[in-house]
């Protein structure tokens, strides 16, 4: 599959999650296969105004190819954004049209776009006409179940010049709840020529192929599947491209990787954020695995990487 002047690998995509896809997450996932990922939402006005917080979000490393995802309201500051982006060198700007909090939903940016196709068709127009890398877009199907857009949506989104579609196959009302909806991906795909990836609810192998068969599309891309769980794309691309079932990692393999992530985020972050990050990816890693509750609830005390290293070897020694 390409997207503009991108070609993929595979097929599983990283979604942009506001706190756990940041540049360590994203190189643990892209080195386990994922075929693109794509960095935290970032504002475009705070982008614009300079803000610190703002350019240390989009800061990549070896995760390409890599996405630059700005939100905003506004086409002539989701532009300029879209050229501040460029200084950290990203292969994508996506614009998110998807995103259902409310503080950004409520704000003009995110979700709310499906309510205004028409500025949304403006604010991807501006964006492609002021960069010279490929514009994506991500969308739900629509703001509740009276208003299904996905479709109309798309076909003004490829007429701005938008090289791939995402699609959460969910409405902005249902946040994360409820089932996905195939029958809406499948329509957006069957409506554009651009690349369409689906987007929900996919957390292993059969999910991923599942989805593939339900909507037609190019590519998946996966959000919540990949917490605490890198190797999911290593795993769903031995299944989609080599018919292989790969094993589940063992617990010392889990807690290996988990222990390389935080380590990451204490390189770029520093180890006091680390830490306090690490509390929530941890609960992740170590779900399902015996004394586990007790143990995450340790974690919530850590101050130090030891501490991690020693709590990884004492899971590890009860799990054997």
């Known amino acids: 599959m390409n997207i503009g002047n991108i070609e993929f690998k595979h097929i599983a995509f990283l979604a942009p999650m506001a706190g ?27 982008l ?26 506004d086409p002539e500051i989701m532009a300029q954004a879209a050229v ?13 049209m998807g995103c ?24 991807t127009k501006a964006v492609v006409s002021a960069v010279d890398i490929p514009v994506t877009a991500k969308i739900r199907t629509g703001w509740d179940e009276n208003s299904i ?17 995402f699609v959460h196959g969910r409405t902005r009302q249902q946040m994360y709840s409820g089932t996905v909806d195939y029958t809406t991906i499948r329509a957006v ?42 190797w999911i794309f290593s795993k769903i691309n031995a299944y989609l491209d080599e018919c292989r079932v790969l094993p589940d990692p063992t617990v010392t393999q889990k807690m290996a990787v988990m222990l390389r992530h935080i380590e990451r985020i ?34 919530c005390t850590f101050e130090h990487f030891e501490q991690l290293q020693e709590l990884a070897f004492k899971i590890v020694k009860e799990n054997e």
């Open 266 to 299: 204490i390189e770029y972050k520093g180890e006091y954020t680390a830490m306090r990050e690490a509390r929530h990816h941890a609960g992740y890693y170590t779900k399902g695995m015996r004394g586990g509750a007790a143990l995450r609830r340790e974690i």
């Open 149 to 165: 857009v996905a479709t109309e949506l798309a076909e003004l989104l490829e007429k701005a010049g938008a090289s791939a579609i």
């Open 100 to 123: 259902p909090a409310p503080k950004v939903a409520m704000n003009g940016g995110g979700s709310s776009l499906l309510k205004k196709p028409q500025l949304a068709f403006e604010i």
């Open 84 to 96: 501040k982006c460029l200084t950290y060198k990203p292969d994508v700007i996506d614009i998110n």
């Open 189 to 230: 795909k069957e409506a554009v020529s651009v690349p369409v990836i689906a987007n929900g609810d996919i957390t292993d192998e059969q999910s991923a192929a599942i989805m593939l068969e339900k909507t037609g599309c190019d590519a998946i891309m996966i959000g919540r599947g990949a917490f605490g769980n890198p």
């Open 48 to 73: 614009t105004m300079g803000d610190r917080k703002s350019g240390e979000l989009l800061t990549l490393g070896n995760e390409h190819p890599c996405g630059a995802q700005i939100f905003g309201d």
């Open 20 to 46: 756990i896809a940041d540049r360590a997450f994203r190189e643990l996932c892209g080195h386990d296969g994922a075929a693109e990922t794509v960095t935290e939402m970032v504002s475009s006005k705070g």
